[in-house]
């Protein structure tokens, strides 16, 4: 499993947590956001760190989670 230093957590924190305000409301499961923060730990491991990156490639998978678990 890979470890990650604090300050990528924090980034990836931050990145969930604008990822999740582009969710409707009413959609805003705690599974989606479970989906939403593997994809982004996904992307880290496959060394997509920049705040930027792991934006885009969590907002890349929002309509298939979203198709999938609502």
Do not use: H
């Not at 990528?8 to 582009?22: C, F, G, H, S, W």
């Not at 805003?28 to 593997?38: D, S």
């Not at 996904?42 to 890349?60: C, H, M, N």
């Amino acid at each position: 499993m890979p470890s990650y230093s604090p300050e990528l957590i924090q980034t990836m924190r931050a990145v969930l947590d604008e990822v999740m305000t582009k969710i409707p409301f009413e959609r805003a499961t705690p599974g989606v956001k479970a989906a939403l923060a593997q994809c982004i730990l996904k992307a880290a491991a496959d060394g997509r760190t920049s705040y930027d990156s792991l934006i885009a490639a969590a907002s890349d998978q929002i309509q298939t989670i979203l198709s999938m678990l609502t």
